[in-house]
Antibody, heavy 121, light 112 residues
Framework: QVQLVESGGGVVQPGGSLRLSCAASGFTFINYVIHWVRQAPGKGPEWVAVTSPDETIKFYADSVKGRFTISRDNSKNTLFLQMNSLREEDTALYYC??????????????WGQGTLVTVSS | DIVMTQTPLSLSVTPGQPASISCKSSQSLLRSDGKTYLYWYLQKPGQSPQLLIHEVSSRFSGVPDRFSGSGSGTDFTLKISRVEADDVGVYFCMQGIDVPFTFGGGTKVEIK
C-alpha cells in the first residue's frame, strides 16, 4: 500500500535551517508529482511546494519562495524540503502528499502522517 | 490566489440525518480540458487529511456512497446522506486548478 513517512522535524530558532525528508513506498515513486503541505496548529492545510518527477517543474507558495527548496532522489524514493531562514510563522506539521496526475500538479490522493517543525527562540 | 469560502463553520448532526457543506471559489474551477478542479478532504481527529471526492463528484477509492459531491463553476456542495459516528472531523474543500492550491477554512462536523 502507498506509504509516505516524513522525518527531520524539530525545534529550531528563528533564522535557522532544517531539512525534511519523505520516504515513499508502495508505488513507483519516479512516476509521480509530489507535494509538501503544512498545517499550523489549529489551522487548515496550506500548500507549500511541488515537484514534477524529473524536477524540471517546481512551484512554491509565495510565503516560502526564496527560503525553501524542494528536491527529490528518485533512486532512493525520497522527497526533501530544505528550509532556510525559518520564521515563527513556519511552525507547522509538514506533510508530503502524492499527486495522482503525472503530467501536472493536480491534487493529493495520499498524505503522510507529518513531521512537526517548531520555530521558536 | 483563488479564495475558497466554506460554510458553515460547524455542524452538529444526529446520526442517520443528512448533512451538507457549501464551498465557493473566487473564480471558476472549470478548465479548458473540461475538468473542474474541486476536491473534498476529511481530517479525522488526530489524523492526516484523507481524500473523499475528486473533480467535484468522483468518490475516491473506498469512500462510502453516502458521500456525494456536486456543483459547477464556483459553487460546490458536499453531502452526507446519513451521518455516522465515523464521519466526525473537519471537512476541507480545495482547488487544484492553479498553484498555489488553496483550501477552504474547514467545516467541523460533530455528532449530537
Amino acid at each position: 500500500q502507498v506509504q509516505l513517512v516524513e522525518s527531520g522535524g524539530g525545534v529550531v530558532q528563528p533564522g535557522g535551517s532544517l531539512r525534511l525528508s519523505c520516504a515513499a513506498s508502495g508505488f513507483t515513486f519516479i512516476n509521480y508529482v509530489i507535494h509538501w503541505v503544512r498545517q499550523a496548529p489549529g489551522k487548515g492545510p496550506e500548500w507549500v511546494a511541488v515537484t514534477s518527477p524529473d524536477e524540471t517543474i517546481k512551484f512554491y507558495a509565495d510565503s516560502v519562495k526564496g527560503r525553501f527548496t524542494i528536491s527529490r532522489d528518485n533512486s532512493k524514493n525520497t522527497l526533501f524540503l530544505q528550509m532556510n531562514s525559518l520564521r515563527e510563522e513556519d511552525t507547522a506539521l509538514y506533510y508530503c502528499a502524492r499527486d495522482p496526475v503525472a503530467a501536472r500538479p493536480d491534487y493529493f490522493d495520499f498524505w503522510g502522517q507529518g513531521t512537526l517543525v517548531t520555530v521558536s527562540s | 490566489d483563488i479564495v475558497m469560502t466554506q460554510t458553515p463553520l460547524s455542524l452538529s448532526v444526529t446520526p442517520g440525518q443528512p448533512a451538507s457543506i457549501s464551498c465557493k471559489s473566487s473564480q471558476s474551477l472549470l478548465r479548458s480540458d473540461g475538468k473542474t478542479y474541486l476536491y473534498w478532504y476529511l481530517q479525522k481527529p488526530g489524523q492526516s487529511p484523507q481524500l473523499l471526492i475528486h473533480e467535484v463528484s468522483s468518490r475516491f477509492s473506498g469512500v462510502p456512497d453516502r458521500f456525494s459531491g456536486s456543483g459547477s463553476g464556483t459553487d460546490f456542495t458536499l453531502k452526507i446522506s446519513r451521518v455516522e459516528a465515523d464521519d466526525v472531523g473537519v471537512y476541507f474543500c480545495m482547488q487544484g486548478i492553479d498553484v498555489p492550491f488553496t483550501f477552504g477554512g474547514g467545516t467541523k462536523v460533530e455528532i449530537k
